[in-house]
Structures are given as structure tokens and as C-alpha cells.
């Protein structure tokens, strides 16, 4: 997973603080984010920004025009438009990340961003980037994409996602497909799925592609809330888990959070996961790359204001 590096140890994975002006005309956000998550994060950053930038999740200027509903733009580095989770733990339902956050999809870019609502069933949003977990430009190409959000009735947002497309070392074009359905069943109960296809062509001109689905269900009743998420992803042309084995492999994933909100502010998770590869790619007790499945227990805290 994501951020829960070390094992049977106590961490701090992340602090964050976000300064943010409504646009009115004008406005801005910065969320400034210190320890290892960020650290990770901005890894495959090129050499000279990721010193320059970790500490930068994000930091925008918004202008909204006076066109139609009013179209807001922001240029700057902000996290992607892809995905059903976040880097934030308290703003997604289960305290570890799941494979297609990992792996399938970016963290964020550097560029320009609009936001076009149309009536209260339908918005569209575009995006130029200069590329994928990136702010200095690496290559000779841009990165686009965009985001259609339908809503036919007030229990079902739909989310329709493009990215692409974008060189990387070893491959050309890859672009990435998503939907993101979720249904307010009760006030207590949600539930959620997310599908990504993404497809890349090699270097010898061959198509190669991956994907993969999680489905999430969500019951809430304050201050408790119980969590499940199940997940597989199908890599046979080692694109999302590159280095995991030589021909791709299939993972499923399961998790079961439970969570207690103390005092509107402290939030608390305990989680269990279980990950399950059809190759041996996780460790044993001997650091051994020799197990196809992987358990872990998580306790988290989270404290916001």
C-alpha cells in the first residue's frame, strides 16, 4: 500500500495545513504537507524539483468569469482529477489506499484547470497539464484531460474521467479511463464503485493495457462508521505494478475499517487488509519475496481543526 511504509512501529505519516481565499472574483489555496507520504509522493519528481516541491501539495490561483453559471479557472499545482481517494485519510473511507490509487492513476500536476457548470445535473471540467507526478516539464508533450460529473437523480453522482496522453520511460500514450459511480442508498448507507482502463503503447509499437475495480460500501451512524472495500487489478502487461514480476501479475484486495469520531475532531480507525497476488510478491519473515498473500492490521489517527 501507499503510506503505512514500516511494520510493527508507531509513524507519523503526514501533517498538512491548507490556507485557501474563496475566489470572488480572485481567490487562492495552498496546502503545505510535511513527513514520508509527501516524501513518496513527489519521488518520481525530476531531478532539482522534488526538494522545491514536496512540501507544496498544492498552490493555486482561482479566477471565476463571468460566463454562464460562471466558469472558474485555476493555474498552478494541484492533485489530479482522477480517483475515488485522496491523499487526505480523512476524506476517504478506509484508513490504507487501494491499488488503483497506488498505481493506476497519478497524485498531481502542474497546469491549467476549468470548471464549467451547466445546470444542477450536469458540469464539465478540462485540464492542461505538463504532465504526470510532475511540475517541471520532463518531456515534449502535454498531458490533457477532462471530467464530466451527471447527477440524473440526487442520490447517484456519476463521474466520467480522461487523462493522456503522456510518455513515460519505456512506453508511449498511455491514457487512463474512469467511472466513478456512487449511490446514496439511506442516510446511514452509501456504496461506491470505481473502474479504471488504462492503455500504453510499448516502445516496439505493441498496445499494452491495464485494469482494474474497487467496490466501496459505507455505513454511518455518529460517531461510528464501518467501512468495506474489495478491489482487483488485472497487470498482465506489468504497467500499473512495473517491477512486481517480469509478465504482470492479478492482485485482489480486501479491507474492513471501522471508525470512531471523538469529540468532532479526533478521528480514529482500525482497519484490517488482506492482499492476495496470484504471483509470490510479498516478503516473508526473511525478507523473501516467497507469499501471495499479504495481512496487516492498522490502528490511525487522525486530528483536524
Not at 36 to 51: I, M, N, Q, R, Y
Not at 204 to 224: E, L
Request: glycine content about 8%; overall charge negative; some cysteine.
Amino acid at each position: 500500500t501507499n503510506f503505512d511504509f514500516n511494520h510493527n512501529t508507531f509513524s507519523l505519516n503526514l501533517a498538512e495545513v491548507v490556507f485557501q481565499k474563496a475566489p470572488g472574483p480572485v481567490g487562492f489555496r495552498v496546502d503545505l504537507d510535511f513527513g514520508p507520504t509527501t516524501d513518496f509522493v513527489h519521488s518520481l519528481e525530476p531531478a532539482g524539483g522534488l526538494e522545491t516541491f514536496k512540501h507544496i501539495q498544492q498552490a493555486y490561483v482561482s479566477y471565476v468569469a463571468p460566463v454562464g453559471n460562471g466558469v472558474t479557472f485555476d493555474f498552478g499545482k494541484f492533485v489530479t482529477h482522477m480517483g475515488a481517494e485522496v491523499i487526505e485519510t480523512k476524506d476517504n473511507w478506509n484508513y490504507t489506499r487501494g491499488l488503483l490509487f497506488c498505481c493506476a492513476i497519478p497524485y498531481y500536476h502542474a497546469g491549467l484547470r476549468a470548471n464549467l457548470p451547466i445546470n444542477e445535473m450536469l458540469f464539465v471540467n478540462g485540464y492542461l497539464y505538463n504532465g504526470w507526478n510532475n511540475v517541471v516539464e520532463n518531456n515534449g508533450i502535454k498531458t490533457y484531460g477532462a471530467m464530466i460529473g451527471i447527477t440524473p437523480i440526487p442520490q447517484l453522482p456519476i463521474l466520467l474521467n480522461w487523462i493522456g496522453p503522456e510518455d513515460f520511460p519505456g512506453s508511449d500514450d498511455r491514457q487512463v479511463y474512469e467511472a466513478i459511480v456512487t449511490y446514496n442508498a439511506t442516510d446511514s448507507i452509501t456504496l461506491m464503485a470505481d473502474y479504471n482502463f488504462g492503455t500504453q503503447d510499448s516502445l516496439t509499437g505493441d498496445s499494452q493495457s491495464y485494469w482494474g475495480i474497487a467496490a466501496y460500501a459505507r455505513w454511518k451512524q455518529d460517531p461510528y462508521t464501518l467501512a468495506f472495500r474489495y478491489e482487483f487489478a488485472d497487470d498482465e502487461d506489468n504497467i500499473m505494478f512495473a517491477g512486481a514480476t517480469p509478465d504482470g501479475n492479478e492482485i485482489q484486495e480486501f479491507t474492513v475499517t471501522a471508525e470512531r469520531t471523538i469529540a468532532s475532531s479526533l478521528l480514529t480507525r482500525l482497519e484490517y487488509r488482506m492482499d492476495l497476488s496470484d504471483d509470490d510478491i510479498y516478503e516473508d519473515d526473511d525478507g523473501i519475496f516467497a507469499e501471495d498473500t499479504q495481512s496487516r492490521i492498522v490502528l490511525g489517527l487522525v486530528y483536524s481543526f
